[in-house]
């Protein structure tokens, strides 16, 4: 089929607020979740996972929370500053496949 | 402990022409999978090889080719380039294990077709 430009969804915020990106995933049998973070002119950047038996995981500055009944996971970023400026993909694991399905992406922009 | 590498950097070619790129997976790592960056349609799956055997391929024509070595190390081909192959080219590799694990990318190499 014809393909649609992509225009990335984008949040800008403030340095020192909350950021929380949110991700939608399709395949109820997806069993593990991976934020990843890329920078401009770079590589994605594995940023936290967490496995489905779970609902919330923290790392440094980073919380991710699966809700599986909606099928969503949101990452959150404490006191935001401008290097964390990216581009943030989740992706989706599902059956033990080894091969993650990424998400389309957000642009985080932040304002010194 | 270094990272995924992948060369070139950059490229550009012609129509009509063939590209090869390469990538070398973190030591110990055996899974070694590629994936096409465009603004377009985003990060899509290429094929994914261990132990020298393809073991995923994503939905691309036949011209899109590759190759593991024993050491791990990866190549890709593009056979017939056309325009809308400019995009960046990601590698990624794992250590595969059960259940799922992180994949860590190199820098891709950015192909321009012209």
């Known amino acids: 089929g014809e393909s649609v430009g992509l225009h990335l969804p984008t949040l800008s915020v403030q340095e020192g607020d909350n950021s929380i990106i949110n991700c939608a995933y399709s395949?109820?049998?997806?069993?593990?979740f991976i934020w990843y973070k890329q920078e401009s002119g770079k590589g994605p950047q594995f940023i936290i996972d967490?496995?489905?038996?779970?609902d919330k995981r923290q790392g440094q500055r980073v919380t991710v929370l699966l809700n599986k009944t909606v099928k969503h996971l949101s990452l959150q970023i404490a006191a935001t500053q401008p290097g964390d400026s990216a581009v943030y993909f989740c992706a989706e694991n599902s059956g033990g496949s080894y091969i993650p399905t990424f998400g389309r992406g957000t642009s985080l922009i932040v304002h010194p | 402990k270094a990272g995924v590498t992948q060369t070139p950097r950059y490229l550009i070619k012609t129509r009509g022409q063939q590209v090869t790129l390469s990538c070398s997976p973190i030591?110990?790592?055996?899974?070694v999978s590629w994936y096409q960056q465009t603004p377009g349609q985003g990060l899509q799956f290429l094929f994914e090889y261990f132990s020298e055997t393809q073991r995923n391929k994503g939905n691309f024509p036949g011209r899109f080719s590759g190759r593991q070595f024993s050491n791990s190390r990866s190549e890709m081909n593009v056979s017939t380039l056309e325009l809308g192959d400019s995009a960046l080219y990601l590698c990624a590799s794992s250590s595969r294990l059960q259940g799922g694990t992180e994949a860590f990318f190199g820098q891709g190499t950015r192909l321009t077709v012209v």
């Open positions: 967490i496995r489905s038996n779970m």
């Open positions: 395949n109820s049998a997806s069993d593990y």
């Open positions: 030591s110990g790592h055996r899974s």
